[in-house]
Every structure is written in structure tokens, then in C-alpha cells.
């Protein structure tokens, strides 16, 4: 089955505590991207990746860093988390457009991680 | 600049009723336009997706696409109870390489 699957769902945990949510693919999508979602916000993207070894900056990066080293996993790490980076996140990745101008976003399910 | 505007809503229609859900957007030059729905704490899921003027149709489901006026529109037919839920609109905005999203409309169908 297409997926893309993040871990963990549900995570709580402390300002400062270095955590990692990961995210793998198994489409063969050269591109990923993580969002998060707030309440009023929208879904905002915080990084992207075209390739291995590619990685850009979204709207909102400050605080997060991610690293592709394979093709089919994108991680997003928090060094140091704060209690404002409480949040749902999603990770996707994007289909080639067989022809068309962009492809469609496929979503993981989601990780929503409170930072106390 | 990167704008993709929704009206949030919520837009509340009875069962049975057309829901028509609107979408505008900063560059004329864009290229790709998709409406996702997503249901409460679950991931978007994609509905439709449109690149030319006009309409295109899948189902209950209609988008429409006017480039000269920047907007784009998402009709559902004969809505139901199980269409309540939020609709995101994304926009390959021209210039850059990731798709921007409206912050949603939330739609609820009443029985």
C-alpha cells in the first residue's frame, strides 16, 4: 500500500529535550516536505526537500532542522524544543505529475506533539 | 507574495443542498490548483485537482478555475452529513516549488 508514515503519533514531552519525528515514504517520491498545523494558522510549511541531500527552508523553519539521506525518509528534529512548537505536523510527499505542471501532496497521518 | 485566501466559515448548508466553496489567490501566474478535505485531527486527503480554465467534474465534485480573476471554487452536489469537514485550498504559486495552502473553509452539512 502507497503511505507515508510518520512516528510517533502522539508524543508529550519537556522544553529542551531533543526529540526526532520521523517520516518515510515508500512511493518513490523525490519530493518531501513537513507542515505544521495550528488553529487559526493554517497549514505552514517548515521545510522541503526536491532530492537527497536537497533541503530548503519553509515559511516557518526556525527550530527545526531535517536531513535526507535517503530517498524514502525525511526526519524533522527539534534540538531544542519549546512549548510554541506545540503543534500538529504533518509530513507529505509529493507524486512526479505524470505530465501535469505539479503533482498532488500525499499526507502522512500526522504527529501531534505537545512540548510542556 | 504568497496568498492563497479561504473564507473560514464555517458555511453550513442542509443535506441534500449544494456547497460551494471558494478559493483566491496572489499570482496569475499560477499553474496548479487542488482542493483537499480534511476531517477533524486526520490528515488532508485530495479531492480534486484542476490546471485549465473551466470546469472538471468527479462526481458530486466540480472544480471550477477562472486564471483571469485568480480564483478557483469547489461546488459539492447533494451534500451530505459525511462532507462536514474542512476544505483546503493549495496553490503551486508560479516562482516557487511547494504548494501554498488557504487556511481552509469549514463546511457542515446538517441532516
Known amino acids: 500500500e502507497a503511505q507515508v508514515t510518520q512516528n510517533p503519533r502522539y508524543l508529550i514531552t519537556v522544553t529542551g529535550k531533543k526529540l526526532t519525528v520521523t517520516c518515510s515514504q515508500n512511493?518513490?517520491?523525490?519530493?518531501m516536505s513537513w507542515y505544521r498545523q495550528d488553529p487559526g494558522l493554517g497549514l505552514r510549511q517548515i521545510y522541503y526537500?526536491?532530492?537527497?541531500?536537497?533541503?530548503d527552508k519553509g515559511d516557518v523553519p526556525e527550530g527545526y532542522k531535517v536531513s535526507r539521506k535517503e530517498k524514502r525518509n525525511f526526519p524533522l528534529i527539534l534540538e531544542s524544543p519549546s512549548p510554541n512548537q506545540t503543534s500538529l505536523y504533518f509530513c507529505a510527499s509529493r507524486s512526479p505529475g505524470a505530465g501535469r505542471p505539479t503533482g498532488e501532496l500525499f499526507f502522512g497521518e500526522g504527529s501531534r506533539l505537545t512540548v510542556l | 507574495q504568497k496568498e492563497v485566501e479561504q473564507n473560514s466559515g464555517p458555511l453550513s448548508v442542509p443535506e441534500g443542498a449544494i456547497a460551494s466553496l471558494n478559493c483566491t489567490y496572489s499570482?496569475?501566474?499560477?499553474?496548479?490548483f487542488f482542493w483537499y478535505r480534511q476531517y477533524s485531527g486526520k490528515s488532508p486527503e485530495l479531492i480534486m485537482f484542476i490546471y485549465s480554465n473551466g470546469d472538471k467534474e468527479d462526481g458530486r465534485f466540480t472544480a471550477q478555475l477562472n486564471k483571469a480573476s485568480q480564483y478557483v471554487s469547489l461546488l459539492i452536489r447533494d451534500s451530505q452529513p459525511s462532507d462536514s469537514a474542512t476544505y483546503l485550498c493549495?496553490?503551486?504559486?508560479?516562482?516557487?516549488?511547494?504548494?501554498?495552502f488557504g487556511k481552509g473553509t469549514m463546511l457542515l452539512v446538517s441532516p
Open positions: 526537500s526536491m532530492n537527497v541531500e536537497v533541503t
Open positions: 512511493m518513490n517520491h523525490e519530493y
Open positions: 493549495a496553490v503551486n504559486l508560479s516562482g516557487y516549488s511547494t504548494l501554498t
Open positions: 499570482d496569475r501566474g499560477s499553474q496548479s
